[in-house]
């Protein structure tokens, strides 16, 4: 069954709306945390992951219209992986002039671990993911009872087997695989939504 997003106005719609304050506190609230693990699985320290954050977000904030409007802009977080990407060489370049071959992890990434293009996308990609399930699960927790989500969480995050998790639970098997169904579909929905308003188009 195909998602049909709300049909409130995209996320990125609203970020070009400079006084959609909310828009911003919600994009940065889901992308920063990603920005961010991307920068550190490259070598970057972590105050110099949250600065190449901070600098990607301006960025962004920046160039939203013209990705807008952009005919062949492509996905969106395949821009942002180019837009992150470019930050960063400029960032370790800088750091590599200001303090030489010696010492900062900054140097020895742009040294030694020389970024791809393509997998720092692929790495982006896993972490919004990533990221896009934490918060949705976050969304959609107080939609369950308790017993519903400890089966989910049993079965499907800490691989105990649905016989087990139905003993611990006091459920049947039967409705230990429904509770997970019922929670998984309502997280893929979750996680579409949150892709389709980045992306104009929903994606699992």
């Avoid at 991307?38 to 977000?57: N, P, S, T």
């Avoid at 960025?59 to 180019?82: C, E, N």
Wanted: with cysteine.
């Amino acid at each position: 069954m195909r998602f049909a997003p709300e049909t409130r106005q995209s996320l990125m719609i609203r970020l070009s709306d400079a006084d959609d304050a909310a828009a911003w506190e919600e994009f940065v609230a889901l992308y920063r945390p990603v920005i961010i693990r991307l920068a550190r699985f490259r070598g970057l320290q972590q105050a110099d992951a949250e600065d190449l954050a901070q600098q990607a977000l301006v960025a962004v904030a920046a160039k939203i219209p013209q990705w807008q409007t952009d005919r062949d802009r492509g996905r969106f977080r395949t821009w942002l992986s180019r837009v992150v990407r470019n930050i960063a060489v400029n960032m370790l370049t800088r750091h590599r002039e200001e303090r030489g071959c010696g010492g900062t992890s900054a140097v020895k990434l742009i040294n030694g671990r020389p970024a791809d293009e393509q997998c720092d996308e692929e790495i982006l990609e896993t972490e919004w993911r990533r990221e896009a399930l934490r918060r949705a699960a976050d969304q959609v927790r107080s939609e369950f009872q308790t017993e519903t989500w400890e089966a989910f969480l049993l079965t499907a995050l800490d691989g105990i087997s649905v016989a087990e998790a139905s003993a611990r639970i006091g459920r049947s098997a039967g409705a230990v695989y429904v509770a997970r169904s019922r929670i998984m579909k309502r997280l893929q929905e979750k996680v579409r939504q949150m892709s389709g308003e980045i992306e104009g188009s929903p994606q699992w």
